[in-house]
């Protein structure tokens, strides 16, 4: 009983915020409160739901991962030539699309690990190496996809809601599961609360960060397959800056960049709270300068509050 | 002036002279002033053949330490402190600082110089303060004074202190170590511990005790060592294949290297004993019931962070996680340092439990009380060196003191 008090606490203050962002959109525009709204936030989300837990990740064990937004672009680029140009069929092709995106984390990892260069800087070479390679992957066209991938974004028979969204649903719980109750998850949080003690208390920290890493590639491989099938098409140029939003999310969940901090559901509520925001905008006719003025006056506001909540208890 | 260096390596050597005040017309910095002053400064301390642009990084240590020593006099001054200055010089570069040294008490500047060289205190001292305890023992003209009777002043009155009685019997070598070398401070350790045996390893700071452990357990690297837990040979590259192989470290800065503050007391606890995919919580909880209840731990719940804990209870989350894999031989780097008086009695009578249980212990410690009433036997080492083993029934601390000065002084 206590201990669900004490959970409800520790989501209270940004399900508020979701919640006064709901009600003010609600107030503001009669055609906000809608399924429409509803299955058009849905199918938008679980892309960044994605990624954005894979750098939560990642920023627990106190690296950072900036390629997310190249590696979903590689991936779907390689999605987009497997489907139209190879022909192969939807199942395989994502599999592959999965693969490119571990194969980019475990390069991250790997340089993190083995030459000891700072992850922020690792990365944001991999953000410029992967953008250029789907580039030469698509020969820097958008590939359409001719409908290959729409059946992800379609809504499931009867319900409100995609296979994609299911899908993003699904992979924050894992990730919940395994930070709150797996070992590999706690020696996560204690590689980014302190890696020298972590390394003397006899834990080997090299393969954890390979997994974060290689997690957080593969989940914005499993992102490109969400992205392409919301938008019909494979685009090179697609997702840039998508890595802001995904740490935007995380860190409006309460996620340290410090590390050793975070959780994949929080991230989710972060998630949700950026969407609604956009699509709350959109619908009340804000211009593109104004959504971001506000999406970032919105960050801001709800870390303070985060921090506010924890200095109150 | 400090043991430690000071400079910042990327400014330039005038920079770091006259960086308190820099000579500067309407907030930007006079360059021309500050290399004629910075010229000025460095003939004074036998360096005017070097070019104040240099950036401090590419100065050997030697030339920073004079530097440093520039930096000290270009503030006018009338006394100069040096602490341990010859720390880290070559015997070339300690040969100039000491010219230096002449120099300027010729010129009436008085010189506090600290140091535990004994031969460097009879090259350059007059007099001589023993200090012992945060209080000073005496005070004589070192000219009349042997080595042996500062060495008798620094280790303080006779105390005779031994082991209490116990029944155990050392048994079988569980660690054994052959001509370790590490970095640039361990240069040839050997010693071997027995199950049910508590080793003191006592020694000067900067004697290398810290980073022979360090070494033994995988966390720095090390070269051309044997090292054999209970007779087998094992080459260990990480901590974590020490703690497969049976030992524990207990790190000197429990802060930086030992705790996760901000998580839980749980958390920390069972730290060293994450096996498994799933977390078990039952487990995690009575195995953490366990540190608490047999080190005496005092807090108010499992789930405090680790941060709110005083000294002596962290220091005893930080052991009681190596009693949960059950190593077998435990290296402690001073386990009693900030530890109250309670909680120290409560770190001693675990590790007298924990012999007495055929654990293998090995303890540094800079307090020589402390290891002679505790182990059953004490290596010195002085500079990177084990130089002497003593018995219980050898050992004073006046004998231990002068064994840890040996590596220093010259023959």
């Given at each position: 009983m206590k201990s669900l008090l004490h959970r409800f606490r520790e989501y209270a203050a940004l399900t508020l915020i979701l919640a006064a962002l709901i009600i003010l959109f609600g107030s503001l525009s009669n055609?906000?409160?809608t399924a429409a709204t509803f299955s058009s936030i849905a199918n938008e989300i679980p892309t960044l739901t994605l990624v954005a837990t894979g750098m939560t990740l990642v920023l627990i064990t106190g690296g950072i991962d900036l390629s997310v937004g190249s590696v979903l672009a590689l991936a779907a680029a390689v999605l987009g030539v497997l489907l139209v140009?190879?022909?192969?069929?939807l199942f395989f092709a994502g599999l592959v699309a999965v693969m490119v995106g571990v194969a980019a984390g475990a390069f991250n990892g790997l340089i993190c690990v083995k030459?000891?260069?700072p992850s922020f800087i690792v990365t944001l070479g991999t953000l410029e190496m992967t953008r250029g390679l789907a580039y030469l992957t698509t020969r820097s066209q958008v590939k359409y996809l001719e409908g290959k991938v729409d059946v992800l974004a379609r809504?499931?028979?009867?319900?409100?809601?995609?296979p994609t969204a299911v899908l993003a649903v699904l992979v924050v719980i894992a990730a919940q599961f395994m930070l709150s109750r797996a070992v590999i998850g706690r020696k996560m949080i204690a590689l980014g609360t302190n890696e020298a003690a972590t390394q003397l208390a006899g834990i080997s920290t090299a393969p954890i960060k390979m997994f974060v890493f290689a997690a957080s590639g593969a989940l914005a491989g499993l992102a490109s397959l969400c992205q392409t099938a919301r938008l019909g098409a494979s685009d090179?140029?697609?997702?840039?800056?998508l890595e802001l939003s995904a740490i935007a999310a995380a860190v409006i969940g309460g996620t340290s960049l410090a590390g050793g901090k975070g959780s994949a559901i929080r991230t989710f509520i972060g998630v949700l709270i950026i969407a609604t925001l956009e699509a709350g905008l959109a619908q009340v006719g804000a211009t593109e300068p104004m959504k971001r003025l506000v999406t970032g006056a919105v960050i801001v506001l709800a870390v303070v509050a985060d921090s506010l909540r924890k200095a109150a208890s | 002036m400090l043991q430690e260096l000071n400079v910042l390596?990327?400014?330039?050597v005038a920079e770091n002279l006259f960086l308190p005040e820099l000579p500067s017309r309407f907030g930007l910095v006079n360059r021309r002033a500050l290399r004629a002053k910075a010229q000025e400064a460095l003939a004074r301390v036998g360096?005017?053949?070097?070019?104040?642009?240099?950036?401090?990084?590419?100065?050997?240590v030697g030339q920073q330490q004079l530097v440093e020593l520039a930096a000290a006099l270009a503030e006018k001054c009338r006394l100069l402190i040096l602490d341990e200055?010859?720390?880290?010089?070559?015997a070339h570069e300690t040969e100039t600082l000491f010219e230096k040294i002449h120099e300027l008490r010729q010129q009436g500047i008085s010189v506090i110089y600290i140091s535990h060289r004994m031969d460097e205190l009879r090259r350059i001292c007059d007099r001589v303060s023993v200090l012992r305890d945060g209080q000073r023992v005496a005070t004589l003209?070192?000219?009349?004074?042997s080595t042996q009777e500062l060495v008798k002043l620094m280790a303080g009155r006779e105390m005779p202190t031994r082991p209490m009685p116990h029944g155990r019997q050392p048994g079988a070598v569980a660690l054994s170590v052959r001509q370790l070398r590490a970095g640039s401070v361990v240069r040839d350790v050997s010693f071997e511990v027995r199950s049910g045996e508590i080793l003191g390893l006592s020694g000067?700071?900067?004697?290398g005790r810290t980073e022979t452990l360090r070494a033994i357990f995988g966390a720095d690297r090390s070269d051309d060592s044997a090292i054999a837990i209970h007779g087998r040979k094992i080459r260990i590259r990480r901590p974590s294949e020490a703690v497969a192989a049976g030992l524990a470290l207990v790190p000197e800065d429990r802060k930086q290297d030992g705790?996760?503050?901000?998580?839980?007391i749980r958390v920390n606890a069972t730290l060293a004993d994450l096996?498994?995919?799933?977390?078990?919580r039952e487990e995690e909880l009575a195995a953490t019931a366990r540190v608490i209840e047999r080190l005496a731990v005092k807090c108010?719940?499992?789930?405090?962070?680790?941060?709110?804990?005083?000294g002596g209870n962290q220091q005893k989350i930080v052991i009681g996680r190596w009693l949960l894999p059950d190593s077998k031989v435990l290296l402690l780097d001073e386990?009693?340092?900030?530890?109250?008086v309670p909680a120290k009695e409560a770190i001693y009578k675990l590790l007298r439990e924990l012999a007495d249980d055929g654990k293998a212990i090995v303890v540094v410690s800079s307090e020589l009380p402390e290891l002679m009433s505790l182990c059953d036997r004490i290596a010195v080492m002085s500079a990177g060196r084990i130089v002497q083993e003593f018995l219980p029934h050898e050992w004073t601390q006046e004998k231990l003191t002068e064994a840890a000065f040996r590596g220093h002084l010259t023959s």
């Open positions: 055609r906000f409160l140009d190879w022909h192969w069929p030459l000891r260069v809504l499931v028979a009867g319900l409100p809601i995609t090179p140029n697609g997702s840039v800056g | 390596p990327t400014l330039s360096l005017e053949h070097l070019n104040p642009n240099t950036p401090a990084a590419l100065l050997g200055p010859t720390a880290a010089l070559t003209p070192l000219s009349g004074t000067l700071v900067g004697a705790l996760l503050l901000p998580q839980s096996k498994g995919t799933l977390l078990r108010d719940s499992v789930e405090q962070p680790a941060s709110t804990l005083s386990p009693t340092r900030g530890v109250d």
